[in-house]
């Protein structure tokens, strides 16, 4: 049987390689629960075999995965991503080792190999007040893209949703609680749920896109309505009942970021979010409750903090639909 510590290419064809390395994956990504952890494991763990396997008489340990890290030094890439990959690389090896891929103890010097360390913290992008707003003007409301991509985009600025969680959002958890609209029981990271306060800004662009796709307040007008953000084609005729991936959503805030001339994907929405909320006088603990940040249970217990929905992040971004 071919393993991990004993694959090369005097033992696999081009087809077989492709084919151990779909088995490597799959063992990997069906372990992971995130689709974004996902997405970079696949990514991470696949580059990293096209490396390995054409190495003569290579074998995986720790001395091989240190000699990929300085590949990757050398390749000039940045020390999360080198770290993200040696991640994704731990994984596969403690997956392989369970399934009898790769020797136990191979598998332990792999998770002790070190990353890179990283000196001093990113910054990461957000936009202005000014430019948010401008932002949220670009899209053409006269068509159906245009009222789509402006509900995605308020959902992304105005909620500091994550893209995967706006992909995933179904109408039915647009409800109202003590005389707001909100986001209810949206899953997080590593399933945590959480409700979203909504400003009345957003609200009106899901409204406008909602009336669309046969969507009113109190009611679904199609019984097996779901998704809030359908696929809408080169003819502006919109798929109701499919969803928007998370990719296509990536896209969508790109093509705007360009006309906005700004670097920007969907995470620095959902930072133009918590920077214009802590800006507009917001509790950094209501931020850390609607973004659903992984310690806020633990700032919950220790402060005693409960949501507060009458008053939240999400009203003083100081933005409007024009």
Partial sequence: ????????????????????????????????????????????????????????????????????????????????????????IRKMANEAADNDLLDQGQANGIARAKGLRQEGRRLGNWLTRDQAQALLNLPDDSTNKGRRDRAALALLVGCGLRRDEAARLDWRQVQQREGRWLIVDLVGKRGKVRSVPMPSWCKAALDDWGAAVGWQDGGLLAPDFGPVLHPVNKGDSIAVGESMTPQAIYYLVREYAALLGADIAPHDLRRTFAKLAQKGGAALEQIQLTLGHASIKTTERYLGIEQDLTTAPCDVLGLRLE
């Fill in 1 to 88: 049987m071919t393993t991990l510590a004993t694959a090369n290419p005097t033992q696999l064809t081009p087809a077989r390689a492709a084919l151990f390395t779909d088995q490597v994956v799959s063992l990997v990504i069906d372990a992971v629960e995130s689709d974004n952890t996902r997405r970079a494991y696949e990514r991470a763990i696949r580059d990293f075999m096209a490396w390995y396997l054409p190495q003569p008489g290579q074998t995986l340990n720790k001395a091989t995965v240190n000699a990929y890290r300085a590949y990757l030094v050398d390749a000039g890439l940045s020390a999360s991503s080198i770290n993200q990959r040696l991640s994704a």
